[in-house]
Nanobody, 126 residues
Framework: QVHLVESGGGLVPAGGSLRLSCAAS????????MGWFRQTPGKEREFVAA????????YYADSVIGRFTITRDNAKNTVYLQMNSLKPEDTAVYYC???????????????????WGQGTQVTVSS
């Protein structure tokens, strides 16, 4: 079992920055993929970014390219999402997700991830 805990959400003005953290505990893993998703009320969960745990490969949604950066610290079992130049449309609950086994493919798919955090609210004011 893998337990994920997100932190770092909050309220920021448009153009501001936030860094989200996702700490993994329980079963440790050195392969697989970790991802960030977001969701607003009435909408489906949306892919934001993913990173290969061992390879460090990254992949981003078009809407965040050039503004968001996903990184990981394997020694701390933690993944980060640095969000810059935030826009009001980035407002959502952000979720961390983990898949400890499968390779870095189809990373946008919600159903490939086996473990999810509880989410952290990000609100960007205009």
């Amino acid at each position: 079992q893998v337990h994920l805990v997100e932190s770092g959400g909050g309220l920021v003005p448009a153009g501001g920055s936030l860094r989200l953290s996702c700490a993994a505990s329980g079963r440790t893993f050195s392969n697989g993929v970790m991802g960030w998703f977001r969701q607003t009320p009435g909408k489906e969960r949306e892919f934001v970014a993913a990173i290969g745990v061992s390879s460090g490969n990254t992949y981003y949604a078009d809407s965040v390219i050039g503004r968001f950066t996903i990184t990981r610290d394997n020694a701390k079992n933690t993944v980060y999402l640095q969000m810059n130049s935030l826009k009001p449309e980035d407002t959502a609950v952000y979720y961390c997700a983990a898949d400890p086994w499968k390779p870095f493919q189809n990373v946008r798919a919600v159903k490939r991830y086996d473990y999810w955090g509880q989410g952290t609210q990000v609100t960007v004011s205009s």
